[in-house]
């Protein structure tokens, strides 16, 4: 065929169905190599990423591919309920965690759906809820109250029972060797 020589609509329509399922030339790992290297560095133009971004939508549609999003769809409960039995009893390796780890940073939630998660941190839902009063054991406050009701509330070294005095002395033990 001569370059620049016109086609019709219905000579490219029968060339183009003549080609289907017959691959075209396939490169050799040595040529893909070559092209990746020659491309690298180079920027496209918006429209063309468009028509990549468009072009692998389309793909990963028609394949089903492992990797395709739920982005903006819902499983149905049957599938739901089938995710749910293969994942239970299954442990995440660390690499898996800080892989959700770093998806969530940077993610903003809506106000709804943050009075939401807030609505489910409350009262006997809190993972700190022991029983009529969320306990947070890992400030000073809870160790300085546990040690003055250990001490009786009062200073260690002087036994003075006024509050100035009170501070926190952790109780040392000796072993008397004879």
Not at 71 to 94: A, E, M, V
Not at 116 to 138: M, T
Not at 146 to 159: A, E, L, P, S
Not at 169 to 178: C, E, G, L, R, Y
């Amino acid at each position: 065929m001569k370059k620049g020589y016109k086609l019709s609509k219905e000579t490219r329509r029968r060339m183009s169905l003549a080609r289907l399922g017959k691959p075209g030339h396939i490169p050799t790992k040595a040529t893909k190599k070559k092209i990746s290297k020659a491309l690298k560095g180079r920027k496209l133009a918006p429209h063309i990423l468009e028509k990549y971004r468009i072009a692998q939508r389309k793909r990963i549609l028609e394949n089903r591919n492992p990797n395709f999003t739920m982005k903006g769809k819902h499983h149905s409960r049957k599938s739901i309920n089938k995710i749910r039995k293969s994942n239970l009893g299954l442990k995440r390796t660390p690499q898996q965690i800080e892989n959700i780890r770093q998806a969530q940073i940077g993610k903003i939630l809506s106000e709804e759906t943050r009075k939401k998660i807030g609505a489910n941190e409350k009262g006997s839902k809190n993972h700190l809820w022991r029983g009529g009063k969320i306990q947070r054991r890992d400030s000073l406050t809870w160790a300085r109250t546990t040690v003055h009701r250990r001490d009786g509330h009062q200073c260690i070294r002087c036994n003075k029972k006024e509050l100035t005095y009170i501070t926190l002395f952790p109780i040392v033990t000796f072993i008397i060797i004879t």
